[in-house]
């Protein structure tokens, strides 16, 4: 692989020092910013992920904040889940829909307060679109991306560390739920989420100034818990079932295509944008939907391009994301597959970048 070539269009985060000091292998980019892919090779990070517990660089999952007497009509304009039962205090995961009931982004809604959310995004330029929205509604909400730069705590033993860091209380926080804990002095939103099924937390850092405090803090107190730097893990998040925008899923598919019906309230959710769309699609029913599937063989070449799943020779779907699980010993795979094909068990070949696959879909994710 090429390197990025450094310049101020690909922006640092407030933790990018400790990164570097740790080692980082290999980045992307995501919201025009650095994310971490690789410390010592994506499998290695797998093992240490699911037994111990890492510091995640995740100030890419950027904040829009709204703020004012009409944040909440604006956020119930932006997503079919209902949310007049979330109370301050609450995180939800939000498909974001246009007017054609498409997904611009599945972020994680965060309620501070009645009149001030974030909206902790995927990688697309959503605060655009909510700009838009606020002033053609002319809406009495304001609109901005603060420089709140999440850092996530990974792993089966996030709580121990945690806890030593930001006391016991940390370990009350239910999932999806976030409380303010204090560091050097600021009270930081801690919640009980994050990009593994491993369990953990995530900060939302408000101060740049200690982002690095912050950072050597949770290093020093898990040194006996063999604390590393880590990042979203592909091979793990894709055998939780984790989706990614723009991988995945993209503004061509509604969140029913995308398996995140559950997460609609469309019946209810009044004033959202995309509502009458999704009322006509929900309906009929969506024709393709988002599948786990088990390719065979040794492991795929890196998914960079959508690979066609075909059965009798025709195209039937694709494959978005896919890697080797050493865990479950074969190849772990995302992908979208039409209805006449989406049953579990049913035998297809995958069109991968170095051969065809055979492969099966499969009942659901691994964890
Ligand atoms: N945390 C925060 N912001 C984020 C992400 C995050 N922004 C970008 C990206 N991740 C958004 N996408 C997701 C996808 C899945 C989940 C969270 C954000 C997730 N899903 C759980 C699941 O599917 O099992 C739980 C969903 C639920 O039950 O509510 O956690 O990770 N701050």
Redesign the pocket.
């Known amino acids: 692989m090429a390197l990025i070539s450094p310049s101020r269009r690909v922006r640092r985060t407030m933790f990018s020092d400790g990164v570097e000091a740790a080692g980082v292998k290999a980045y992307t980019v995501y919201n025009r910013m650095l994310l971490p892919t690789v410390f010592e090779s994506v499998q290695e990070d797998y093992h240490h992920l699911k037994e111990a517990v890492q510091v995640w660089d995740?100030a890419c999952?950027r904040q829009v904040e709204l703020r004012g007497p009409d944040a909440a009509r604006l956020m119930q304009m932006l997503t079919p889940r209902d949310l007049r039962g979330m109370l301050p205090g609450r995180?939800?995961?939000v498909p974001i829909v246009d007017e054609t009931g498409g997904m611009l982004n599945?972020?994680?809604a965060?309620k501070l307060a009645e009149d001030r959310w974030w909206i902790?995004?995927?990688?697309s330029d959503l605060m655009l679109w909510v700009k838009g929205i606020a002033n053609g509604y002319r809406l009495d909400v304001l609109i901005d991306e603060p420089d709140v730069s999440?850092l996530?705590v990974q792993g089966p033993k996030a709580d121990a560390l945690m806890a030593r860091v930001f006391g016991d209380a940390v370990r009350d926080i239910r999932?999806?739920r976030f409380g303010m804990f204090d560091f050097q002095g600021r009270s930081l939103a801690v919640?009980r989420?994050?990009?593994s099924?491993q369990g953990g937390f995530?900060i939302y850092v408000d101060d740049t100034r200690i982002g690095m405090p912050l950072w050597n803090a949770l290093f020093e107190a898990g040194r006996d818990l063999d604390v590393r730097a880590g990042c979203p893990n592909l091979i793990e998040r894709i055998e939780?079932?984790?989706?990614s925008?723009g991988n995945d899923m993209t503004d061509d598919n509604t969140p029913h295509e995308c398996g995140l019906g559950r997460?609609c309230d469309t019946q209810t959710a009044i004033g959202c944008i995309g509502r009458d769309a999704l009322l006509r699609v929900a309906k009929e029913g969506p024709t393709k939907q988002v599948r786990a599937l088990a390719l065979e063989g040794g492991p795929v070449p890196p998914c960079d391009r959508a690979w066609d799943i075909e059965a009798n020779g025709k195209r039937i779907g694709q494959v978005t994301s896919a890697a080797y699980s050493p865990d479950f010993k074969t190849n772990v795979a995302i992908g979208m597959v039409r209805m006449t094909h989406w049953d579990s068990g049913t035998q297809v070949q995958v069109r991968t970048t170095d051969g065809v696959r055979d492969a099966v879909v499969r009942e659901g994710f691994w964890l």
């Open positions: 995740v999952e995180c939800f995961y599945d972020p994680v965060v902790s995004i995927a990688d999440p996530a999932f999806f919640a989420s994050g990009y099924k995530e939780g079932g984790l989706l925008y997460f």
